[in-house]
């Protein structure tokens, strides 16, 4: 995993030239489409799993062959209750499946089961607030219409060399659920924030990978202007897509409006760069649905939210509102990284209980050594991010080391990388690689020696820079750390910054007095 750079940047994010326009009101509803992650597949004992050679995890009832028959997975059920009850969701009682009838070469059945009439759960929300989503309002409730468990459909790939169009069914019957919600968003912060809040509950509850951009979720976004007629694109993969395809939509649509047209209900696609025309109202199809006469209906058990929701594990808002208060201190956005990076997370907390709760040192030092230095470090040596490289506890006696002034930081940088570059360092104990690349402190000096030795740096570096020095005694007191900087350089860094910048600010004092 590359860490993502806003991470090591303190900047805002870019925000890019699209306004809203108050005079033409935008109004949006999402239809999520999300895989689950069971081990079968939604009607049949098929591995539910990617990245397999095309048609390889299939069973006759994916295919679509006469006389096979549907039973449901109970994994997929229990990950769409959950679903349920993370969203504030009614679960239903009682819940039956229907078929969605057209044709298509990666439908075999010629139909998709899905819950058209009574779904798993309707009624639900999703809260949305400034503090932790960035949206303009304090709070804002997204309204979820249904939850309702369906197939996934096969892939159809046109392959260029061969000139054939393939089809491969390792996606057919594959379970997914599909969120609706009303058309609560006003803005695009708003979809975005409920986007990222959604996937990573998903992600966090093991409910399905989060990973939009690999095709786990897929979503069709609702459009409309004033109260007008709603426009719906299909099949967007990536936050990114969603948020261009309504950019382009809502612009396409108050250009109509504003030229005196209409906008009719239709349905679009999105090809990279426009919204494109799929079909209108009048064309719609005819999917001829009916119940499945296969599947028996769901009785539930009222009781069945409060079971789950007793077994889920902590949410992650609850766990980011504990990781930004004592005695952890994050910041908010190393927070949600932890929270969407939980093997980072755990790093984390086993750094925190030997530096903080065993050692009773400060957990400043933990936060900049985790969020900054070691995460820094991999970037800057363009290393993929891997914790098995600096094992917890290498990185946390190297923070006590510093603490106790065994090393300074600049060196313990420069160690830091040396672990992360050569596996052979992993085995040895911080104090020995402090030897073996010679980072320590001087501190076999008496501290005399040492402010005598400090002294002598600065004095040949004060009179090798005197227009430094003039610029200082002229008021830039900042230039400073220019000098500093040159000291722990010629020392490689392994004295304490803090000894040069007051032997400077002594001997610059003494020059002044002159
Ligand atoms: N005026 C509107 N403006 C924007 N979005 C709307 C408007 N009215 C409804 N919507 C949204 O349109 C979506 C309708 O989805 P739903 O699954 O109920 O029907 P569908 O799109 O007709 O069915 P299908 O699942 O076959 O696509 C919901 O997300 C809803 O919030
Ligand atoms: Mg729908
Ligand atoms: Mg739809």
Not at 266 to 285: F, L, Q
């Amino acid at each position: 995993m590359m860490i993502p750079k806003r991470l090591l940047h303190t900047s805002s994010i870019c925000h890019s030239k699209f306004q809203l326009n108050p005079n033409f009101k935008f109004k949006c509803g999402l239809e999520l489409h999300t895989q689950l992650k069971t081990n079968h597949k939604l009607f049949s004992l098929s591995p539910n799993k990617f990245d397999s050679a095309p048609n390889s995890k299939i069973s006759y009832f994916d295919c679509g062959l006469p006389g096979t028959q549907p039973k449901l997975n109970p994994e997929a059920l229990l990950l769409a209750l959950k679903t349920a009850v993370v969203l504030n969701s009614d679960i239903q009682s009682r819940s039956t499946f229907d078929r969605k009838h057209y044709f298509y070469l990666d439908q075999p059945l010629g139909y998709q089961i899905t819950q058209r009439y009574h779904p798993i759960a309707r009624n639900g929300w999703l809260d949305l607030n400034k503090k932790f989503d960035n949206i303009k309002t304090n709070e804002k409730r997204i309204h979820i219409e249904q939850i309702q468990l369906e197939q996934d459909t096969g892939k159809t790939i046109y392959d260029k060399t061969d000139q054939l169009i393939k089809v491969d069914l390792n996606r057919a019957n594959v379970p997914l659920i599909e969120l609706v919600t009303k058309p609560d968003f006003e803005d695009l912060d708003q979809v975005r924030a409920f986007i990222k809040k959604y996937t990573t509950l998903v992600s966090h509850l093991d409910i399905c990978t989060g990973n939009l951009e690999l095709g786990a979720m897929r979503v069709d976004a609702n459009v409309s202007i004033n109260g007008g007629d709603r426009v719906e694109i299909k099949n967007l993969g990536s936050t990114g897509e969603i948020i261009n395809a309504l950019k382009y939509e809502y612009n396409r649509q108050l250009n109509i409006l504003k030229n005196g047209g209409q906008i009719l209900q239709e349905t679009r696609g999105w090809n990279g760069t426009e919204t494109i025309r799929a079909r209108s109202k009048e064309d719609a199809v005819d999917y001829r649905y009916f119940p499945d006469s296969e599947l028996p209906v769901i009785n539930l058990d009222p009781k069945i939210g409060e079971q789950i929701k007793s077994k889920l594990p902590e949410l992650p808002e609850s766990i980011i509102s504990k990781l930004i208060s004592k005695p952890f201190n994050l910041e908010l956005k190393h927070a949600k990284f932890l929270i969407d990076n939980t093997d980072i997370l755990d790093y984390y907390h086993n750094v925190f209980n030997v530096v903080v709760l065993e050692n009773k040192k400060s957990v400043k030092l933990v936060n900049n050594w985790m969020m900054h230095q070691l995460l820094g470090n991999f970037n800057k040596l363009n290393i993929p991010l891997d914790l098995t490289l600096v094992p917890f506890k290498k990185l946390s006696e190297l923070i006590l080391l510093i603490s106790e002034k065994e090393i300074t930081q600049t060196s313990a940088q420069l160690l830091l990388q040396e672990i992360i570059k050569n596996p052979e360092d992993r085995s040895l104990p911080v104090t020995e690689l402090i030897e073996k690349y010679d980072l320590g402190t001087p501190k076999d000096l008496p501290t005399n020696e040492l402010s005598e030795a400090a002294e002598e740096i600065c004095n040949d570096i004060i009179q090798s820079n005197p227009d430094v020095i003039e610029r200082i005694m002229g008021g830039k007191k900042g230039s400073i750390n220019f000098l500093v900087g040159l000291a722990m350089k010629e020392t490689q860094g392994k004295v304490d910054s803090s000894i040069f910048k007051s032997k400077f600010n002594e001997i610059i004092e003494k020059l002044q007095n002159l």
